[in-house]
């Protein structure tokens, strides 16, 4: 069964911060990894996907890494704002027999606080 | 292109009460997913539809639980005799199977709180 686990769990730091979370996964046959923003009592905004042959993608202040042979994707916020601030969540998907990507397994998160 | 839509936002129902909440996805999305999410804790995969077939289900999803995807467009997530465990977040989300990356595009949700 495939697990995710996210660290830190809760992160508080000034603005301007550069700063870097941590997902690790147990089952290195992924499809896909995804991370989200969910902001309080919202749905998920998706905020980069690495397909498992890639090794990164950026977009703006984010990059995600991918080691997919040790488990593991970091997301990097450069230049911290406070409204960075949410949780950030990741998720991965493994092959679907049929082809294609199964459901997402998600870690419990990562509570982002940044300080004005 | 609107994004995915779930309706009711919100459900308040009491104990042994029948539930159903609805999610259109994006327009062309051939696969949709449901998702719940406890206070704390990141969502736990339920089941997931490529047109109308359901694809796999989780061991969550008891038998008071129902999905289906008539015409492959809109879906229909039923709970029976909801008890108070039910209460939680219920997401939607769907994806493009001709997009080899299958990004995974989120509704806002349907909040339910069984009294």
């Known amino acids: 069964k495939q697990e995710v686990t996210q660290i830190p769990a809760a992160l508080s730091v000034p603005e301007g911060e550069n700063l870097v979370l941590n997902c690790s996964f147990t089952d290195s046959a992924i499809y896909n990894l995804q991370w989200f923003r969910q902001d309080p009592g919202k749905g998920l905004t998706s905020l980069l996907l690495i397909q498992s042959s890639q090794r990164e993608q950026t977009s703006g202040r984010l990059n995600a890494s991918l080691d997919k042979s040790s488990g593991r994707s970091t997301l990097y916020i450069a230049a911290s704002q406070p409204g960075d601030s949410a949780t950030y969540l990741c998720?991965?998907?493994?092959?679907?027999?049929?082809?294609?990507?199964?459901?997402?397994?998600f870690g419990k998160g990562t509570h982002l606080i940044i300080q004005p | 292109d609107t994004g995915v839509s779930q309706n009711p936002r919100h459900k308040i129902t009491k104990r042994g009460q029948n539930v159903t909440f609805r999610c259109d996805p994006i327009s062309e999305h051939n696969r949709l997913y449901w998702y719940r999410q406890t206070l704390g804790q990141g969502p736990e995969f339920l089941t997931y539809f490529q047109n109308e077939a359901q694809l796999e289900k989780s061991r969550l999803l008891s038998d008071r639980f129902s999905a289906e995807r008539p015409k492959g467009s809109f879906s229909t997530l039923e709970i029976q005799r909801t008890e108070q465990g039910d209460s939680a977040m219920y997401l939607c989300a769907s994806s493009f199977r001709q997009q080899a990356s299958y990004e995974q595009y989120f509704g806002p949700g349907t909040r339910l709180t069984v009294t």
């Open positions: 998720a991965v998907s493994l092959m679907y027999s049929g082809g294609g990507a199964d459901g997402l397994t």
